[in-house]
């Protein structure tokens, strides 16, 4: 979509700026996503069997990459967000543009946004 990186980077801050924000009482510890060099505050409910993720983070381009993660995992059944293929972050080669933290802090995300559908998947047995 976008010939150059800082033009994907852009694009992420725009996303980030458009992000669902997490209510203020979900800024907690436990929400917080360990591994990540910024803060980076992850809430997930269920609404219709399906999870529906809010995030922020104090930090413009990882808030624009925890708002593409929601955007791909947000309004799906547990399940699906259980088996998702994150083989899209490879094809549009974000994570070889990224410092080694925030690659880091990215495997983390997807870790705990994965863990947030087998803890509410348990639940709908």
């Not at 917080?32 to 930090?59: N, P, R």
């Not at 080694?100 to 087998?118: D, E, F, W």
Request: overall charge negative.
């Amino acid at each position: 979509m976008f010939d150059d990186w800082m033009q994907r980077y852009e694009y992420m801050i725009e996303l980030g700026k458009a992000l669902p924000l997490i209510d203020e009482k979900y800024k907690i510890d436990e929400n917080l996503i360990k591994g990540c060099q910024s803060k980076v505050w992850v809430h997930a409910e269920l609404k219709d069997e399906k999870l529906v993720f809010t995030a922020d983070s104090d930090a413009i381009i990882t808030k624009g990459i925890v708002a593409i993660l929601i955007r791909a995992f947000s309004n799906h059944h547990p399940s699906a967000i259980i088996e998702a293929d994150t083989k899209f972050i490879d094809d549009i080669g974000l994570k070889e543009h990224l410092s080694p933290t925030r690659a880091n802090g990215l495997v983390s995300m997807i870790k705990q946004l994965k863990m947030y559908a087998v803890a509410y998947q348990t639940q709908l047995k």
